[in-house]
């Protein structure tokens, strides 16, 4: 057990090394997280001579969504509805040389929504605290704390970094530092106009990934700053969340335009 945890996640992609060890985390973290049944006959490492080879485009009935699946995209996380503010997670990753055979590393039953449920993406307004329903790509990661193994491009948050959701700004939804200008910083998070300043808040973006709801091109009011991030104490404020674990390993394996389903 020492040995392994000594191995980095993103080690653990390259190396195909998860169907090992994923019954030692579920062991570690506790029912948040279910081992993937006869995970050690899947090829899902990054480094094999199989990786991508022989994928096509396809659709597939994944934790009750029917998802449609892009010839190179990697993992799909399916986020499914169980209450207001709950939901069950569950992570697929694709196993190399088959057409559209994916294994699921992880099922977070304890996950949490936004304290107002959710909405059709089309329908959200800001502020209301509610978590978009659809298909969305995932192209960047940022956190409090370093990298820990990340395949998307992540960003180390800096003590001026916000997420910017000042409707009067060209910057509305994107991470921008308040030196940089374009935004009112100063106004309260509460304030109708407020931007999130990512460093107050320790634990939840200690690790983050950007969920491109109303982006690149956002549609103002509509909301902005949903991300899957580490969980709290209850429910998020539009986000999806899931434990620390979990997080790290999404963040192992997700690659650039990989998707996030929410659905109920």
């Not at 948040?32 to 094999?48: F, K, T, W």
């Not at 991508?52 to 010839?71: D, P, S």
């Not at 990298?147 to 009067?168: F, I, T």
Request: charged share 20%; net charge positive.
């Amino acid at each position: 057990m020492k040995t392994l945890l000594k191995i980095s996640l993103r080690q653990v992609a390259r190396r195909g090394l998860v169907a090992m060890i994923t019954g030692t985390l579920g062991l570690a973290v506790g029912a948040s997280v279910v081992a993937a049944p006869q995970a050690s006959a899947h090829d899902i490492s990054a480094s094999s001579s199989k990786y991508g080879k022989g994928w096509k485009a396809c659709t597939r009935n994944l934790n009750g969504a029917k998802t449609k699946i892009a010839k190179t995209q990697r993992t799909v996380l399916v986020v499914n509805q169980t209450s207001k503010t709950h939901a069950d997670t569950r992570f697929y990753v694709r196993i190399n040389g088959k057409a559209c055979s994916f294994v699921r590393l992880f099922r977070a039953t304890g996950s949490r929504l936004g304290y107002g449920g959710t909405v059709a993406g089309t329908k959200r307004k800001q502020g209301t605290g509610t978590t978009p329903l659809g298909t969305y790509t995932m192209t960047s990661a940022f956190g409090i704390k370093s990298d820990p193994g990340s395949w998307l491009p992540y960003h180390r948050v800096k003590s001026g970094d916000y997420w910017v959701e000042d409707n009067a700004s060209k910057y509305y939804n994107n991470l921008r530092n308040k030196s940089q200008g374009g935004f009112r910083y100063k106004l309260p998070v509460s304030n109708a106009n407020g931007s999130e300043r990512l460093a107050s808040y320790p634990g939840q973006y200690d690790y983050a990934i950007v969920i491109n709801y109303n982006r690149p091109s956002p549609v103002k009011h509509r909301g902005a700053g949903i991300f899957l991030h580490v969980k709290g104490d209850g429910a998020t404020a539009g986000c999806v969340s899931i434990s620390r674990t979990n997080m790290k390993m999404a963040l192992a394996y997700i690659r650039k335009g990989d998707k996030i389903v929410i659905h109920k």
